[in-house]
Every structure is written in C-alpha cells, then in structure tokens.
C-alpha cells in the first residue's frame, strides 16, 4: 500500500471513528445527564473542554489583539448558533424523548446542510441549484415520515414527540448556520483557533443565560456518574471528536468524507438499540435511508 493510500484510509478512519462518538454522545452519553438543567448541562459540555485546552492551547490567546470586530462577530455568531442555540436545541430534544426514539433525534439533526446551503444563499449569495429544492422537499418529507411513520402527529400541549422533532430541526437549522458563519472564519484562522474561541465564547454566553434565568445553582445537583459523563464526553465526543474530524478531513476530499459521515446516523441506530433496546419501525427505517441519501446528495451537489 502507498503511502498515499495509507493517508487516505487513516484520514477516512478517522472521520468515521468522530461520526461514531457523535452516534454515541447523542444516544448514550448526553441523555445520561437528563436530572440536571439543559442550560447548565450546555454550559458544562463547553466550560469543561475549554478549560482543558488551557493545557495545550494556550498560545492561541496570542491571536486576541489581530482580531478585528469582523471576526469578533463572526466568531460570536458561531458559537451563539453552533454551540449555545443548536446544543440547547439538541439536549432539550434528547431529554423530551426520555430515552426512546433517541436514534429519530440524532437523524433529524442531519438535516442541517439543507439549512445550511439555505443560509448561504442568503449570506454569501451562493445559488440555489433547481436539484437542491428537490433533494431538500425529499429531506423534508423523510424526516416526517421518520419522526411519525404513518401515524398522525399529536399537536396537544406537551406531545414531546411533536416538540423533540422541532428542537431538533431547530439544532439542524443552528448547526447549519454555524458551518456557513464558520467558511468566513476559517478563511483568515486555523479551526484550532476557532474551535479554541467557539468553546471559550459559548461558554461565556451560557454564563450569562445561566445567570438570567436563576439556573446557576445546579453545581449541588451533579452527581458522581454526571462528572463522570461530563468527562467522558469532554475527552471523547466533546472536543475530542471535532478534533478527530478535522484530522481526517485534511487527508481526504471533502466528498469522501460525506460518506464517512454516515457513520453518525448508522451508529445511533446501533446504539440505540444496543443500549435502550430501541428500534426503528420499518416505515421509519425507510424514511431513515431516504433521509440520508437526500442528504448525501446535497451534500455533494454542494462542495461541486
């Protein structure tokens, strides 16, 4: 095998092996710290990795005076969609579920290039192809029939099914954004030093969310296994896996690594049901593989 092969294949293994931790966070880890408030399981998720790349990043403090008020916005706009908004949405949708149908969750968020191709039009005026409206009706069209199967959805106060679906699409949408708001700041930074400010600012903005609406207190509700998750998570698919992800990403094309994705959507259904003994219906895992081909496809569609 030549060397380049060899790049090639650990660039992809690593992509996959990210996807995976991701599969596993939203399945196993996250919905494991439900007695604790979203917020303050928001602002931990962050603080904590933040705190740690104190250890090994702290020369990126250095890049503070070059920063000019575009990239204060853009950076804060990253972690306000990306990190606050989409993990608030995502944690209150895992959490409504209350350990069922975690898998239709974490699908539903792979929604967001439909999203975010939408943003970017918007923002950076990019054009629209006739394909993505359709791939993007298809994407829309799966994730109900993922979410409901046939059944018709309630709308009556409280039907968590109904309010974890739109969370998630709410993340989906946050996500989205944060991948457009991110090309701007990756054109003049390293992802280093964007994730390093994107950890840092978010942390600071759930600080303060935190403070506004009294939930700071939660510190005398963590118990031992909340540490102990909130570590794992930390190491693992918190920061570990965005770092994993990247690594691979600067070995092979972007569009291999579209497929390697598919290791996040395949995971969590294993996890699931693994873990929970939860399992999707055969409508469901119809609407799952239409999902994720219409997602594929705009994936392409865009980085052609």
């Not at 969370?167 to 030093?193: C, D, E, P, Y």
């Not at 600080?207 to 102990?228: D, K, P, S, Y």
């Not at 994705?261 to 119809?286: G, H, M, R, W």
Request: proline letters at 2%; glycine letters at 6%.
């Amino acid at each position: 095998m030549t060397t380049q092969k060899k790049t090639k294949l650990i660039g992809a293994g690593a992509i996959c092996l990210a996807a995976m931790l991701w599969g596993l966070d939203g399945v196993v880890l996250t919905p494991r710290l439900y007695n604790l408030n979203v917020g303050f399981v928001v602002f931990m998720l962050h603080l904590i990795p933040f705190t740690l790349m104190q250890v090994f990043l702290y020369r990126e403090y250095r890049h503070l005076k070059r920063f000019t008020h575009a990239d204060w916005l853009n950076l804060g706009l990253a972690a306000f969609f990306g990190g606050a908004l989409g993990t608030l949405a995502i944690v209150k949708a895992l959490f409504l579920v209350n350990f069922q149908q975690l898998s239709v969750v974490v699908l539903l968020q792979k929604t967001q290039p439909v999203f975010a191709i939408l943003l970017a039009a918007i923002l950076l005026k990019e054009k629209i192809r006739p394909r993505f409206i359709l791939w993007a009706i298809v994407a829309i069209g799966a994730s109900y029939f993922l979410t409901f199967g046939f059944s018709k959805p309630s709308l009556q106060a409280g039907a968590n099914t109904v309010q974890a679906m739109i969370w998630a699409l709410v993340a989906a949408a946050s996500f989205g954004s944060a991948t457009v708001l991110g090309r701007k700041i990756l054109l003049k930074h390293s992802f280093t030093t964007a994730t390093f400010y994107r950890f840092g600012i978010t942390s600071a903005i759930m600080l303060v969310f935190l403070i506004l609406t009294g939930n700071l207190n939660q510190f005398g509700n963590i118990t031992a296994a909340n540490w102990l998750m909130f570590f794992i998570i930390a190491f693992t698919t918190g920061s570990g896996a965005i770092f994993l992800y990247y690594f691979g990403l600067n070995r092979i094309r972007a569009s291999v690594a579209t497929i390697c994705e598919l290791c996040f959507p395949a995971s969590a259904i294993f996890f699931d049901y693994v873990i929970n003994k939860s399992t999707l219906t055969p409508v469901q895992f119809s609407a799952a593989a239409v999902l994720v081909f219409a997602i594929v496809r705009i994936s392409l569609q865009k980085q052609n």
